[in-house]
């Protein structure tokens, strides 16, 4: 069983930016695409990021292109999620979640087909 644990959410001001970490233990991490969902008030939860299995592939929502970067650390077991330039639609719980392919399969990342889910970590942006 893989435990997913995310941290680093947060209130900052529009503009500010936010580093998320998720610690994944239970399974050998380098097994798994990982990758964030967010979650905003009163909306269905959407990708934001993925990543492959040793880090040199990356796929991001079209949003957040540009402002977010998905990075990893196999050694450390942790998946990292750094917003910069940050807008009040970014608001949502940001969750952390693994995939048993190992490459980016995008319609699965799409569809919300994880294998495995945090709990959530809560980021607000203010106006």
């Known amino acids: 069983q893989v435990q997913l644990v995310e941290s680093g959410g947060g209130l900052v001001q529009a503009g500010g930016s936010l580093r998320l970490s998720c610690a994944q233990s239970?399974?050998?991490?380098?097994?798994?695409?990982m990758g964030w969902f967010r979650q905003a008030p009163g909306k269905e939860r959407e990708f934001v990021a993925a990543?492959?299995?040793?880090?040199?592939?990356?796929y991001y929502v079209d949003s957040v292109k540009g402002r977010f970067t998905i990075a990893r650390d196999n050694a450390k077991n942790m998946v990292y999620l750094q917003m910069n330039s940050l807008k009040p639609e970014d608001t949502a719980v940001y969750y952390c979640?693994?995939?048993?392919?190992?490459?980016?399969?995008?319609?699965?990342?799409?569809?919300?087909?994880?294998?495995?889910w945090g709990k959530g970590t809560l980021v607000i942006i203010s106006s």
């Open positions: 239970g399974r050998t991490f380098s097994n798994y695409a």
């Open positions: 979640a693994a995939n048993e392919y190992t490459t980016i399969v995008v319609p699965i990342w799409h569809t919300g087909g994880m294998d495995y």
């Open positions: 990543i492959n299995w040793n880090g040199d592939s990356t």
